[in-house]
């Protein structure tokens, strides 16, 4: 997070105030909900500056946030698509389940 200009303090293990606050102003530059919660696209951004190397971020590490991000924000879709499609799915199988009972009663009717 330091290499990226969000300083995080001396790397020590610790989640303290100053991590705290590195983690939200880098959730603010994301664009996402200022939590200091480590969700997908924030450990993505964290995960694509780790190559091993120290100093600053360059160009190099700015368009790979960029495309960090851009995967990030896919994979959240996705899974928001997936939980839609799953709530549609128990939907119809509610729907179908009514539409048997609706079936016996008229076939009881007649």
Known sequence: MNRLGFNAGDIDGILGPITDGAIKRMQKFLGTDQDGLVGPLTRNLINSSCDGTTGEADGDDRAIIKNSVRESDTLIAQEKLVKIVSQIQKQI?????????????????L
Do not use: S
């Not at 199988?93 to 009717?109: A, P, R, S, Y």
């Open 93 to 109: 199988d509610v729907l179908l389940q009514k539409q048997k009972e609706l079936e016996g009663i008229i076939k009881n009717l």
